[in-house]
C-alpha cells in the first residue's frame, strides 16, 4: 500500500477547521479513503497510457499554472496526494491556501517519478479547481460582510464523497462550516416539526433526547412565521433558531421576540446582492448553500517541466 503523509502544516490547519467534533484521526482517515477511493475510480487496473509510453523508474517534474483570478484553495489537499502515492515525492509550494492568485502565477512544483505525477494529475485538478471555486466564491460573501457581526455558514448542500473538501473549501475562503452531517447537531426543520406534531413537541422531544443520550449536542429549530418564532422562544430549549425565507425586515421583526442568548440564522433567498441586508437586520448566521452547489471551478493546470 501506498505510504502515508500529512503534512505539519497540514495538521494545524485540519485542527482549526470549524467543525471540531471531527476529531484528527478521524479527519485524516476520512480524507485517505477520499484519495484513495478517487484513484480507484480514476485508475482502475492501471495508467495504460503511463506504462504503454513511460519507464516506470523515469523521473519528471511539474508545476501548477493558474489561469485566473481566485482564491486559492487545495494546496495542502494536493501535497498530501502526492505523498499518499509517492512518500519521497518533492512537493514545493509558492503559493498557500487562502491567498488571492491570478493568471500566470504558479502554485507549486512538484518531483516523482512520472507515473505518480500523471497519476495524480487529475485527482489534484479536481480538487483545486473545486475547492478554489468555492474558496473564491465564499471569499465574495465574506468580504461583504467584514463590517457586520453577522457570518457565513454553508450547508448540507454538498456533492456526494466530497463534503469533506468543500466545507474546507468555504473554511480557507472564510466562512464557517455549519454541521458536518446529520450526526453532529439536531436542527428540526420543517418535515421533523410536521412529523413530530408541532414545533413545541419537536423540541420538547429533542430535548429530552439530548439530555438523556446526547449531553451536550446544540439544538437548532427552523421558523417559518413569526408565530413559530414566539412558539420556539417560548420552550427555553433551543440553542439557534433558523429564520427561513424570511426577508430582512422580518428579521428584524423577529430578533425582537428571541432572547440575546439564543443564537440566529437566516436561511433561504440569500445571495450576494441582499447579503448586506440581512447582516444590517442583525443576524447571527447567514447559511447560504450556494457558496458550494452554485461556484464555478477555477481554470488550472499541472504542466510537464524539464529537468
Do not use: W
Request: aromatic letters at 6%.
Amino acid at each position: 500500500m501506498a505510504g502515508f503523509f500529512i503534512s505539519a502544516p497540514f495538521q494545524t490547519l485540519l485542527k482549526t477547521i470549524s467543525f471540531s467534533f471531527v476529531c484528527m484521526d478521524s479527519y485524516e482517515t476520512a480524507l485517505i479513503h477520499l484519495i484513495d477511493e478517487a484513484l480507484k475510480e480514476d485508475v482502475g487496473e492501471g495508467d495504460h497510457s503511463a506504462l504503454s509510453a513511460i519507464s516506470a523508474d523515469a523521473k519528471g517534474r511539474a508545476i501548477l499554472k493558474i489561469k485566473e483570478e481566485a482564491i486559492l484553495a487545495g494546496m495542502k489537499v494536493a501535497e498530501t496526494i502526492f505523498k499518499h502515492v509517492e512518500p519521497s515525492a518533492n512537493f514545493k509550494p509558492f503559493k498557500k491556501d487562502g491567498e488571492a492568485v491570478k493568471s500566470g502565477e504558479i502554485a507549486f512544483e512538484v518531483a516523482a517519478t512520472v507515473h505518480t505525477i500523471l497519476k495524480c494529475e487529475r485527482l489534484v485538478l479536481n480538487c483545486m479547481q473545486r475547492m478554489s471555486g468555492i474558496a473564491t466564491l465564499t471569499h465574495k460573501y465574506t468580504d461583504k460582510l467584514k463590517p457586520y457581526r453577522t457570518k457565513l455558514l454553508d450547508t448540507r448542500k454538498t456533492t456526494p464523497n466530497f463534503r469533506l473538501l468543500e466545507k474546507e473549501a468555504v473554511r480557507i475562503g472564510g466562512g464557517l462550516n455549519h454541521r458536518m452531517g446529520l450526526y453532529d447537531m439536531i436542527m428540526l426543520k420543517d418535515n421533523h416539526i410536521d412529523y413530530a406534531g408541532g414545533i413545541e413537541l419537536a423540541i420538547e422531544k429533542a430535548y429530552n433526547y439530548v439530555r438523556s443520550k446526547k449531553p451536550g449536542l446544540k439544538i437548532e429549530v427552523e421558523t417559518r412565521n413569526l408565530d413559530e418564532v414566539k412558539q420556539a422562544v417560548s420552550t427555553g430549549k433551543v440553542d439557534r433558531i433558523m429564520l427561513d425565507n424570511f426577508k430582512p425586515a422580518e428579521i428584524s421583526e423577529a430578533l425582537k421576540l428571541i432572547p440575546a442568548g439564543c443564537e440566529t440564522e437566516a436561511s433561504g433567498g440569500i445571495n450576494l446582492s441582499n447579503v448586506v441586508d440581512y447582516a444590517k437586520a442583525g443576524v447571527t448566521y447567514v447559511s447560504i448553500g450556494a457558496v458550494i452547489h452554485h461556484a464555478v471551478s477555477i481554470d488550472l493546470s499541472l504542466k510537464a517541466e524539464p529537468l
